[in-house]
């Protein structure tokens, strides 16, 4: 079943050209990325222009190549031995690296797949790789596993680079509650067995507690707090991804809840609700750090002035990370996690087989493995990764459950459960774009 | 350049410019709207308009880092120089360490002077200042950090420029001005500072065009707003908003203009640099004994001085 085109989405519009001409769109893609390496660079995006022109194949049946046949799991994971599956992920995270390296592989090995782990800068990277892949019509392309959610997998979907169908028949699937939302959609586009549950994130703020007396309750709280603590709080300037999510947040907040804002982008309801978040984003501007004449980069530049004392905030939607930063002292020890009354944003990360993967029976393999109670809850202790489980615990046998309820406390950051209370889903990947650009104009602007 | 010397470097010409020039005419296309990444090619400047008031903004600041950067840049460039010719004993230890700045890429550059100069950084917390009472340097309301770090490693590069084109005749120029009777401030006005200023031209030049294009160093040093134009460019090339992309065309294009027109004027003043100097230099430069313009005029002062 196909999502219905989004007709007021300029990146549908554009990704709907993909369904015509996907072959183009990909390597399009793909080359004038390299445009941003500078002249250099965009001297192969003509050669990659001009090589796309000529090597793209008619493949206007390519969409429909793109759903998983349906096979006995046994033959699947005959299909699978010796097969070697590459796992593009973002490689910043050392925790990650460490989990996949040193407890995923070893397993993966055990039922005879050899899992290679791909680090990549950015998650955009890889889907740019599947798309170039898709254009040129491989079929044993290097991807065979992608960790992704959100816009990627929305921009891939659009593109019918993923395979499909096959994420609801791994045997492990049956311990996911069925009417998990953030399971079924992925920011708002319909999951469709395209991609696998890893793992759950919370929008998370965290504060010091020798220098916040009075924590606020609320994001409307958290903007007094700021007016009377001049100088003291900020957020990372959108397009970074924190600080996109934070500007969500905060038009949740303004709008008066998760509720009145509607997951599906539209220009009428935008021109409605984004005045108001403005007003509100631009009126605490001169009460943050440097007035608000400029804001930290990303979450890793917010962390650093968190840490240096120079902020009394920060924020992530990755809250595993807190743990560590306060085990080796770079946050204080007293540094504590921010619950919002109204609930923060949460969503859901995958894994996804690209069409072009030549190893997609082993990809099964390994996302199945990935879904197991074991492998999740090694995941999910805070002295792993610490990441949260996808499962619904009441799904699990006796002995399974208690290998989550064996897990170490987290010092710092408090369960799962307490952490997604009122929690609000994300928005549609559309309005990414508009909000990051509205607050450019109106807020950034204004300084 | 003679005829077969051209010849001999005819692939690599057309190497850069099959490169360059397919590279140019595909931004310069997008930027005008006529290379859409689906659609009907729409002609004409939205591009620019789309980038509408960040434009000014983001040629100010690509302008003033740029600027600032090449000044002090050829000025402590020249000064290093003057140290390393000396053949004073610091002058192998001060050569050394020019060409190790030269290979510290840009990027741990900046990482570097964000550890070192950052409210928080080294520097701060060495000299015991508060965050808030250390100056910003870094993403302040000046590219203070930016122009620093871009003038530390250009100027080494400078340097060994300057010294490549010196060369050895420089202590032979000194040594006649010396007995000629020229002091030390003569000697460094008469003749350093005009044999090299054709080389610190064109070198200067370089690194101009170089920062007008270069991102890393604005990038992690620099504020929010206004972006110089690659950043500006950059961020709007990685927007999920595809039709973004004219709008970061249009801005590379304009940094490539900014360079093309620097590029462009400096070119036509290097070589009046040269006719400026050949006459007054006290011998004649061993390394630009091939160029024309100083040969000849070489060539005719001795002509004229002769009966």
């Known amino acids: 079943m196909r999502r219905p085109r989004r007709s007021s989405s300029k990146l549908s519009a554009q990704f709907g050209s993909a369904h015509f001409g996907s072959a183009h769109f990909g390597s399009a893609q793909f080359g004038s990325s390299l445009l941003g390496s500078g002249l250099l660079g965009s001297g192969l995006l003509g050669l990659a222009l001009a090589a796309s022109a000529c090597a793209a194949p008619g493949n206007s049946d390519a969409a429909s190549g793109t759903t998983a046949s349906e096979q006995p799991w046994e033959q699947i994971v005959a299909d699978a031995q010796g097969q070697t599956v590459d796992l593009w992920m973002y490689g910043g995270d050392d925790r990650a690296n460490a989990y996949v390296d040193d407890v995923l592989a070893p397993a993966a090995k055990e039922l005879g797949v050899t899992l290679r782990r791909v680090p990549v800068a950015d998650t955009k990277d890889a889907l740019q790789r599947v798309l170039a892949e898709r254009a040129a019509g491989t079929t044993d392309g290097e991807v065979d596993l992608v960790w992704v959610n959100g816009d990627n997998f929305a921009t891939g979907r659009e593109a019918d680079a993923w395979l499909c169908g ?13 009417d998990d939302p953030l399971v079924a959609s992925d920011f708002g586009v319909a999951v469709d067995g395209c991609e696998s549950p890893w793992h759950k994130a919370q929008f998370t703020f965290a504060y010091d507690a020798t220098r916040v007396d009075d924590p606020p309750t609320s994001l409307t709280g958290l903007l007094d707090w700021a007016r009377e603590h001049p100088g003291r709080f900020t957020y990372p300037a959108p397009p970074d991804f924190t600080g996109s999510v934070f500007v969500r947040q905060a038009l949740y907040a303004v709008s008066g809840g998760a509720a009145e804002v509607p997951s599906r982008f539209d220009q009428s309801t935008f021109d ?11 009126q ?14 990303d979450s890793v530049a917010l962390d650093r002035l968190f840490a240096d004392g120079e902020v009394d905030f920060t924020m992530t939607y990755g809250p595993a990370t807190l743990t560590e930063l306060v085990a080796d002292g770079t946050f204080p020890s007293t540094t504590k996690v921010l619950p919002l009354d109204e609930g923060t944003v949460g969503n859901a990360s995958f894994l996804a087989i690209p069409a072009s993967s030549g190893d997609s029976a082993g990809a099964r393999v390994v996302a199945n493995l990935a879904l197991s109670p074991q492998q999740q809850a090694a995941k999910a202790d805070p002295d792993t990764w610490g990441q949260f489980t996808v499962l619904d615990l009441d799904l699990l046998d006796a002995a399974d459950r208690d290998l989550f309820a064996q897990l170490p406390q987290s010092p710092v950051v408090p369960p799962y459960e307490v952490l997604s209370r009122n929690a609000g889903p994300e928005l549609s990947s559309d309005w990414v774009a508009p909000l990051d650009e509205g607050w450019r104009r109106q807020v950034l602007g204004q300084r | 350049m003679t005829p077969r010397s051209l010849g001999g470097a005819t692939p690599a010409v057309l190497a850069v410019l099959l490169v360059a020039c397919t590279g140019m005419a595909a931004v310069v296309a997008t930027a005008l709207g006529l290379f859409p990444l689906y659609g009907d090619p729409t002609p004409g400047l939205d591009g620019w308009r789309a980038l509408g008031p960040d434009l000014a903004g983001a040629l100010r600041e690509t302008l003033t880092i740029a600027v600032s950067s090449t000044l002090i840049a050829a000025i402590a460039g020249l000064f290093v120089a003057q140290v390393i010719l000396s053949e004073a004993r610091s002058s192998r230890i001060v050569g050394a360490l020019a060409a190790a700045v030269l290979a510290v890429p840009h990027l741990v550059g900046a990482a570097s002077v964000s550890l070192l100069l950052a409210n928080g ?8 200042v508060d965050p808030g009472g250390w100056p910003r340097l870094v993403a302040g309301p000046w590219p203070i950090a930016t122009v620093l770090e871009l003038a530390w490693k250009e100027s080494a590069f400078v340097a060994l420029v300057v010294v490549a084109a ?19 401030w003569q000697r460094w006005s008469r003749v350093l500072l005009p044999t090299s200023l054709p080389a610190t031209g064109a070198a200067s030049l370089i690194v101009f065009v170089y920062i007008v294009g ?14 110089p134009l690659p950043v500006l460019a950059f961020r709007l090339f990685g927007s999920i908003e595809l039709t973004a992309r004219p709008a970061a065309a249009a801005a590379a294009t304009t940094g490539a203009l900014l360079a093309l027109v620097a590029a462009v004027a400096v070119l036509a003043t290097i070589p009046s640099l040269r006719t400026a100097v050949a006459p007054r230099a006290v011998g004649r430069p061993g390394s630009r004994a091939g160029s024309r313009d100083s040969l000849q005029k070489t060539q005719s002062a001795s002509r004229s001085s002769r009966p």
């Not at chain 1, 096959?166 to 069925?178: I, K, S």
């Not at chain 2, 950084?121 to 015991?128: K, L, S, T």
């Open chain 1, 166 to 178: 096959w994420a609801d028949t791994l045997p492990n699937r049956e311990y996911v509650a069925e």
């Open chain 1, 272 to 282: 409605d609700l984004a005045p108001p978040l403005w007003d509100a984003l631009t």
């Open chain 1, 284 to 297: 605490v501007a001169p009460d943050l750090w440097r007035e608000g004449t400029t804001y930290p980069r």
């Open chain 2, 121 to 128: 950084g080294m520097a701060a917390r060495v000299g015991g």
């Open chain 2, 166 to 184: 010196l060369g050895p005749g420089h202590r032979r120029r000194l040594e006649t001005a010396s007995v000629l009777g020229a002091g030390p």
């Open chain 2, 214 to 227: 270069s991102y890393e160093v604005a990038a992690l040093l620099g504020r929010t707003t206004p972006e």
